[in-house]
């Protein structure tokens, strides 16, 4: 079946510098693309969406990337703090049931 | 005040036992799933409620029964449970319209001994 996927399983970044978390998706008739924020004991959360029209979307602090031609979706987080610590999901939305399908998660690790 | 609640947050229990979660979102969502995390994070949707009535219904075992007496809860019961069931299991709405964006509880980490 379809699947989205991340590159990289960790990803440690020194606090105040910016990160960059990576997705790959592999379903072409996917149409929207959600970042998802997962805080240790805690249900995810979202962050932020881009629909398929767009290739750069921008919210507080964070920026999603898409990439169409390669498949490649992208979260940057600016000035990262210890708060962004979490396991981060890609997901993809497609098909007429408009069904979530989370990629495998990037845990990011902020260094004091 | 908590916008999807679940409880219990800790299940422990013999292999072979029934048992159920709850679920409950004050957000006024007309659809409402059940999730699986597994010990690698991977998470993956089991049902989905729109309106009390199934719309997604993957390939999960029957032992596993969603019931929605409301919308506004999604309770899922559990047969005969096994060691594999052992997961963080999170239940989640979402605006009609809105699929992506989904509100999660804190999760249900279910430990079958």
């Known amino acids: 079946g379809e699947n989205v996927g991340l590159h990289l399983p960790t990803l440690s970044v020194q606090e105040g510098d910016n990160s960059i978390i990576n997705c790959a998706y592999s379903n072409s008739a996917s149409d929207y693309f959600i970042w998802y924020k997962q805080e240790s004991g805690k249900g995810p959360q979202f962050i932020i969406d881009i629909r398929s029209n767009m290739d750069k979307r921008q919210g507080q602090r964070v920026t999603v990337l898409l990439n169409k031609t390669v498949k490649h979706l992208s979260l940057q987080i600016a000035a990262t703090q210890p708060g962004d610590s979490a396991v981060y999901f890609c997901?993809?939305?497609?098909?007429?049931?408009?069904?979530?399908?989370f990629g495998s998660g990037t845990q990011l690790t902020v260094l004091p | 005040d908590t916008a999807v609640s679940q409880t219990p947050k800790y299940l422990v229990t013999q292999m072979g036992n029934d048992k159920s979660i709850k679920c409950e979102q004050n957000?006024?969502?007309?659809?409402m799933y059940w999730y699986k995390q597994d010990s690698k994070k991977f998470l993956k949707i089991m049902f989905s409620?729109?309106?009390?009535?199934?719309?997604i219904n993957e390939t999960v075992p029957n032992r596993f029964s969603p019931k929605s007496p409301d919308k506004a809860h999604l309770n899922l019961h559990i047969n005969s449970l096994e060691l594999g069931d052992s997961a963080v299991y999170f239940c989640?709405?979402?605006?009609?319209?809105?699929?992506?964006?989904?509100?999660f509880g804190s999760g249900t980490q279910l430990s079958v001994l």
């Open positions: 409620y729109n309106n009390k009535e199934l719309i």
């Open positions: 989640a709405s979402s605006q009609a319209g809105t699929y992506g964006k989904l509100f």
């Open positions: 997901a993809d939305l497609s098909g007429s049931a408009r069904q979530l399908t």
């Open positions: 957000l006024g969502h007309d659809t």
